[in-house]
């Protein structure tokens, strides 16, 4: 029988914790506690940035706007997923946001949440933390993904070619794999 190495005990762990209180809630935990310590560690190491209250304003409203958007968007997300849960329907959702990434909580969590502290505080230093969070989001999401991957095969494979999974940097992808799809569709039943 093989042994379990100390990095495999912590990535179990962290799947579990994930089971337990959901992802989501993981990655806002651990990115909070990142950011404590990174207030904590900033009396030690800075990197300023000077930004007049004003400037500091001016940048925040485009963060808070992105930040209620991404939660209003989170909100459309869970409803599409209910919808067709509660219906019965094992189909792949990739209209509404999933058009555009492939989690959105997270999406919203990396893109609106960590510019507000670095305006705030006026340290680059906070760039590490969300950069932390952004490492952990990819493994939460690799780890969802392969149960969306056994669920719907090589469907998801191909939805993965058009959407991005964290930063919608490719438009509207979902749009693309569904037409796609059609086309694969109507040829087959040529």
């Given at each position: 029988?093989?042994?379990?190495?100390?990095?495999?005990?912590?990535?179990?762990?962290?799947?579990?914790?994930?089971?337990?209180?959901?992802?989501?809630?993981?990655?806002?935990?651990?990115?909070?506690?990142?950011?404590?310590?990174?207030?904590?560690?900033?009396?030690?190491?800075?990197?300023?940035?000077?930004l007049t209250i004003?400037?500091?304003?001016?940048?925040?409203?485009?963060?808070?706007?992105?930040?209620?958007?991404?939660?209003?968007?989170?909100?459309?997300?869970?409803?599409?997923?209910?919808?067709?849960?509660?219906?019965?329907?094992?189909?792949?959702?990739?209209?509404?946001?999933?058009?555009?990434?492939?989690?959105?909580?997270?999406?919203?969590?990396?893109?609106?949440?960590?510019?507000?502290?670095?305006?705030?505080?006026?340290?680059?230093?906070?760039?590490?933390?969300?950069l932390l969070v952004f490492i952990?989001?990819?493994?939460?999401?690799?780890?969802?993904?392969?149960?969306?991957?056994?669920?719907?095969?090589?469907?998801?494979?191909?939805?993965?070619?058009?959407?991005?999974?964290?930063?919608?940097?490719?438009?509207?992808?979902?749009?693309?794999?569904?037409?796609?799809?059609?086309?694969?569709?109507?040829?087959?039943?040529?």
């Open positions: 029988m093989r042994e379990a190495t100390p990095t495999s005990k912590g990535l179990r762990l962290l799947k579990g914790f994930k089971n337990i209180i959901g992802a989501g809630l993981l990655l806002l935990s651990v990115g909070l506690l990142l950011e404590v310590i990174t207030i904590n560690v900033r009396h030690w190491i800075s990197f300023p940035v000077p004003t400037i500091r304003i001016i940048l925040t409203i485009p963060c808070i706007l992105i930040s209620v958007l991404g939660a209003i968007w989170f909100n459309c997300s869970l409803n599409l997923v209910k919808i067709h849960l509660l219906g019965g329907e094992n189909i792949l959702v990739t209209h509404g946001p999933y058009s555009y990434v492939r989690h959105p909580l997270y999406a919203a969590l990396l893109i609106g949440l960590p510019p507000l502290l670095i305006i705030w505080y006026a340290d680059l230093l906070f760039l590490i933390p969300w952990i989001s990819h493994y939460l999401a690799n780890l969802e993904e392969q149960g969306l991957i056994d669920t719907f095969g090589d469907d998801y494979r191909n939805y993965k070619k058009y959407v991005p999974a964290l930063i919608p940097y490719k438009g509207d992808g979902g749009r693309r794999y569904r037409e796609q799809s059609d086309d694969i569709a109507s040829e087959e039943q040529q």
